[in-house]
């Protein structure tokens, strides 16, 4: 240790620390910037690098980033309105009429549509026929709420004709207009729409609108009887009887439904019959393009 100090190397280190601090010129070395990953350039052999803090900054050393999607301050209203706010007043006005007045017509809608399906209550006896005058024709409802009645009957609906010939008149026998469509739907994947509901649904206009005896109840029983006539005319069209008709008679076949074979009570399938008056056929009841409706027309 002792021979090591006399050689200087001590001072010969202070040396360099005053030599690199004279040529500095004055220069403080916190302020130098300093390489962050490269070697200390005054680490020589026996000295290890020192770091010498950098008042550099760098990313790192950069503060708080505001973020663009903070808004920057208030909203002053200046901007481009949306809806009914971006329409002039007497507009905005308008459109609140309308929405009013197609709020209160659904709000009508429902209400008639509810006491129509429903089963009778005050309401139904004292407003029925308003009801009524609402609903049909145009939102009828073949479906009765929280009272649903399950077919319990199977009703056919028969017709036969008094035919014109060129030696006397005749009648022909009884046909099935019922039973047509349902040979039409049996086997058929895609049944149409007229063969499963057009007869069906048209029976059952005409019975909801005449009494027992047959007699229409207003309007409606006497537009019933015009379309169950065309309905027979456009299927009697079909069959060729060798002359022109004059009368046709409808009636109706009712079968209740038998009883399952678990069950032990007993019901009669007897048909029961519902025969209508012989109405004379007229060139309204006609089917539109056939040769006797052009002969009508004529």
Request: charged share 20%; with cysteine; glycine share 12%.
């Amino acid at each position: 240790m002792d021979s090591y100090d006399d050689k200087g190397v001590g001072g010969d280190a202070g040396g360099r620390a005053g030599g690199g601090s004279e040529g500095a010129a004055g220069l403080d070395p916190q302020t130098v910037p300093q390489p962050r990953n490269g070697p200390d350039p005054c680490a020589g052999a026996g000295h290890p690098a020192t770091p010498v803090p950098s008042s550099v900054p760098g990313p790192a050393d950069e503060g708080p980033r505001a973020d663009p999607r903070v808004d920057a301050g208030p909203d002053t209203g200046d901007g481009p309105r949306s809806g009914m706010a971006g329409l002039s007043f007497p507009y905005q006005v308008v459109a609140a009429v309308a929405l009013s007045v197609i709020g209160m017509l659904g709000c009508v809608q429902l209400a008639m549509v509810f006491l129509h399906v429903a089963p009778a209550n005050t309401l139904t006896k004292q407003h029925g026929e308003a009801v009524d005058e609402w609903i049909y024709p145009e939102f009828e409802q073949n479906w009765k709420l929280f009272a649903p009645n399950p077919l319990q009957q199977n009703i056919a609906v028969h017709v036969r004709a008094e035919i014109s010939g060129a030696d006397k008149r005749r009648t022909t026998p009884w046909m099935s207009l019922s039973g047509e469509d349902g040979k039409a739907i049996r086997g058929n994947l895609l049944p149409s729409h007229v063969q499963q509901n057009e007869l069906r649904r048209g029976w059952d206009f005409y019975l909801g609108s005449h009494d027992s005896r047959n007699r229409p109840n207003g309007l409606r029983g006497r537009l019933s009887e015009q379309y169950i006539r065309r309905i027979v005319m456009l299927r009697l069209s079909e069959h060729d009887y060798g002359g022109d008709v004059l009368r046709i008679q409808v009636r109706s076949e009712i079968r209740s439904v038998a009883a399952p074979a678990w069950s032990g009570e007993t019901i009669s399938t007897k048909p029961s019959y519902r025969v209508l008056p012989w109405w004379t056929v007229t060139a309204a009841d006609l089917p539109k393009g056939s040769a006797a409706s052009e002969e009508a027309d004529q």
